[in-house]
């Protein structure tokens, strides 16, 4: 590890400052990912600037609906708080299936949408990966990538995104707000996440010096019937092979409403539009559900050992629309 | 003299040392910080074959506290005894990614680390060899298996027994490099004082590691002092000296100051030993009964080319089942990888999990119930010697086991059991384990006020056998546990045998009694109390014992429920029941019985050590991606054992239990997959990929 400078500003907008004065410089939430990567020599930052005390903290009604959540919530708060569970089930459960009870005590909503990949090689300083240090080359392609990505990928890259949290945004159309010297954004969190690309070494959008503020949840009434379901090695705590993260209601034996995410699979949660556009108004069975996954993945590109990943996720997918079509 | 009955032994007593454990008063090894203590880092090799030909520390040694940067090219020389893998930085030579290439000592760890990163390197790389393969041009048969076993064993005809067999199984099964990883790293503090040397060391035996420090570095064994009074953990990966110890004591001998010295999680995938991964063949031959007609055990596994281990995991398939044709036989490919080494029943772990599993391929092919066809093979003496074992009890443990699990309720058929998306599923294995004992001195003393000190160099690596051997003394004095301090984990304590091969209590026991007893005739003999002590070696009791057939045996079922359509598998209940000697402590006990078979159900589901075939290393060296079950994974979990008490083999009667819970755990686990799925999965661990594989398309 390489000697750092440690500062823990008072409120936000010296944190920005901050954070612009040191190109290297990293913000600091909860410490879970960042520390571990430090003590990797993953991240050598000069300079950490600690924003898990700027008071950002609440969960509030937002005007207009939905909620608000402070980018300093800890997951499990997040994970315990009455109207998330009831308005927004999906994204309790995916808090609640991601890390364990230790971590997400710690970890922050800020923090973890900016966790970086699990990749085996990128943790790994003495082993070429293009994310952590571009132009080295990717070692997953030829190497291990059970745990890799089968879509969006580059030949830069085949890492995959670690949340489980970030998944359920994604179905829940969240919107990230940030701020930075230039003022502020809210960035859909579709737009906010990246693909590979020729640009592995970017995981999101955010700018240098750009600090997440809060989480909105647009009011999504469709949202009470939502499930996140995620399939991994071991059951108390692992990072997923895939995950769903649906959101489905049906009137009158058609699909209504329906949003549906996928974790595990895709540098960045992956939405399932096309699933989405052949479900809206389709008879909500099993082969609907089958045939529209199955469109969604025809797209997928899975590499030498992660071809188990379509049929994994095409049946719990499936599964997972069906057991919330059952429900409604 | 009788042992007077106050009862210590078979009593639950709770662990002596548990209050200074959990308030934190317990020391382990990396906690002592001598004054002027330094800390050394690894540098290791980033190639996985050839040889340093440049190496530079200007950078590291530019670093403010930065004082050694010692390689191969400035190290120590050590003695010649310091082979192998022991042998750290006395050649530029690399035998595999990973190997300890340098040592960098400095005022503080972060400094340490700081610096170790800033070492360069240049290699002379060569092409490696890093996959177990059972077509490997270079196998070869070693002389002997460990310790001292044949390699191969040949009895009647094995074809023939083939040929004239109604029902046959011919399969292949596969387990991956897996990794002990206790708790506690491996981690040593370093004290020279002029030609002496004192270092507190996490490991599984005083004596053992005093031994081979002093011959490593060319002293006499008294000049070394080992001191491990905690241990937090071993699983065999701290029963012989790895290189971190030697590491230590040179970097301590080049700074001319203590050194503190504790490998990382990741280096313990590389430095610290590891299990051999296997192929075997299993080929099964039953007449129209079902009566074995051939058994042939053919293993495959690997060792470095640095030392042979080669690792016996054939030799419980000679001991287990009746038939007139057996044979047995082990092959090894030196590898340019990390030298296998213990892990938690080397040899009977891996080898009872193919045998295990094919018997029950054999009893779905014969149409005859798994714990009924074992019943059925049961010997009547030892396959492999003729003679009786000292104590079988098997088929028991099978009943018990049987009746407790409510097994005669099982419908046989596989894939029948639905709800949902998940399929159910029970499944048994057998187990076994070898008792024995090996030479252990103990002392035992009258401290004063009715108080009895017994000491000898045991270790407790969080077992409970400071706990145990309490009990043991205190029934060999005739005196309440309470009035017997047991001091153990130390070299300058009578020798003992390492905590291994589940024969840490019965070699210690042996030992410690036999103190006390002496100690007790001198007393009767009328010796003042105050200060008397006793002495006892049981070097001619183990020399002269007839070598008889002695093993512990156990009956595991398992019952798990497998998702069809994303394969992942939990184990939802599962019994073991050992019949393994004298209990000497009923809590302690159970807990080896449960935490063998949970890592057994680690094995089964979760436990690999992923080979990065382009790099040469293993690639998933943490605890976030080597998974290893944890409470939440485990449901219903029993442990329960039968009376039995072996005096033949030793004076406690017992036969250790370390080892034998996790024998035959991960053979129950994937019959009772095959079960609820009818789908046979042949290669561990039993992960959703290999599970929806092997389902193909069906749901």
Sequence with gaps: MRPFRYERPGDPDAAIALLASEPQARFLGGGTNLVDLMRLGVEAPPLLVDVSRLGGDAITEAPGGGLRIAAGVTNSRLAADTRVRERYPVLSEALLNGASGQLRNLATVGGNLLQRTRCPYFQDISKACNKRSPGSGCSARTGDHRNHAVLGHSEQCVATHPSDMAVALTALEATVETRADGGERALPIADFYRLPGEHPERDTVLEHGELITAVRLPPLPAAASSRYRKVRERRSFAFALVSVAAVLTVSDGVVDEVRLAFGGVAHAPWRARVTEDRLRGAPAEEAAFTAAVEAELARAEPLRDNAYKLPMLQRVATQTLLDLAGGS | MSAAATGAVGTALTRIEARAKVTGEARYAYEHTPPDAAYAVIVQASIAKGAIRQFRAAHALAVPGVHHVIWAGNAPQLGEEAGGELAVLQ??????????????????????????????????????????????????????????????????????????????????????????????????????????????????????????????????????????????????????????????????????????????????????????????????????????????????????????????????????????????????????????????????????????????????????????????????????????????????????????????????????????????????????????????????????????????????????????????????????????????????????????????????????????????????????????QAHYDTESDVKNEEPLPAHSFGAQFMEVRVNADSGEVQVVRGLGVFAAGRIINPLTARSQFLGGMTMGIGMALHEESILDVPYGDYLNHDLAQYHIPACADIEHLEAEWIDERDDRINPLGAKGIGEIGIVGTAAAVGSAVHHATGVRIRALPIVPSRVLEALGGRT
């Design chain 2, 91 to 532: 050649s530029r030579r690399v035998a595999y990614r990973g190997q300890v290439v340098a040592i960098v000592v400095a005022d503080s760890l972060p400094t340490a680390r700081h610096a170790a990163g800033l070492v360069e390197i240049d290699y002379e790389a060569e092409s490696h060899d890093v996959v177990l393969r059972e077509d490997h041009p270079r196998l070869y048969k070693p002389e002997k298996v460990n310790p001292t076993y044949e390699t191969d064993t040949s009895q009647g005809d094995v074809d023939a027994g083939l040929a004239s067999a109604v029902v046959s199984v011919d399969a292949t099964y596969r387990t991956p490099a897996e990794h002990n990883n206790p708790m506690e790293p491996h981690a040593s503090v370093a004290i020279w004082d002029g030609d002496d040397v004192t270092v507190h060391d996490s490991n599984q035996g005083a004596t053992t590691h005093q031994g081979s420090i002093a011959r490593a570095f060319g002293l006499d064994t008294e000049r070394v002092h080992v001191i491990s009074e905690h241990v937090g953990g071993g699983f065999g990966s701290k029963g012989t000296p790895r290189p971190t110890v030697i590491a230590a004591v040179m970097a301590a001998k080049v700074a001319g100051r203590p050194v503190k010295l504790a490998a990382t999680r990741q280096q313990m995938f590389d430095i610290t030993g590891y299990r051999t991964p296997t192929i075997q063949r299993l080929r099964l031959g039953a007449d129209g009964d079902g009566r074995l007609t051939a058994v042939s055990h053919e293993v495959y596994e690997q060792t470095s080319t640095l030392e042979e281990f080669a690792e016996q995991t054939a030799t419980a398939t000679r001991k287990m089942y009746a038939t007139p044709n057996l044979h047995t036989a082990h092959r090894l490919v030196a590898l340019d990888v990390p030298t296998p080494s213990w892990m938690r029943a080397p040899g009977e772990c891996p080898g009872m999990y193919a045998l295990e599993s094919a018997m029950d391929e054999l009893a779905v092919a014969c149409g005859i119930d798994p714990v009924g066809l074992r019943i059925l093979n049961e010997p009547s003496v030892d396959p492999e010697t003729g003679k009786p074992f000292t104590s079988r009890s098997l088929v028991e443990c099978l009943r018990v086991g049987a009746a407790r699990f409510g097994w005669h309720e099982r419908d046989p058929m596989p894939g029948i059991r639905r709800d949902g998306p998940w399929l159910w599923g029970t499944g048994v294995a057998a187990s076994t384990y070898p008792a024995r004992r090996r030479q252990s001195q103990a002392i035992a003393r009258v401290e004063g006020d009715g108080h009895y000190r017994v000491m000898i160099a045991a270790a407790d690596i969080g077992t409970g056998a400071r706990t145990a051997l309490t009990q043991v003394a205190a029934d060999a004095l005739g005196v309440a546990s309470a009035g017997v301090t047991v001091e153990i984990g130390d070299s300058d304590l009578p020798p003992a045998m390492l905590a291994g091969g589940s024969m840490g209590l019965t070699s210690w026991g042996s030992a410690v009694v036999g103190a006390c007893e002496r100690l007790r005739e001198l007393i009767a003999d009328g010796i003042p109390e105050d200060g008397a």
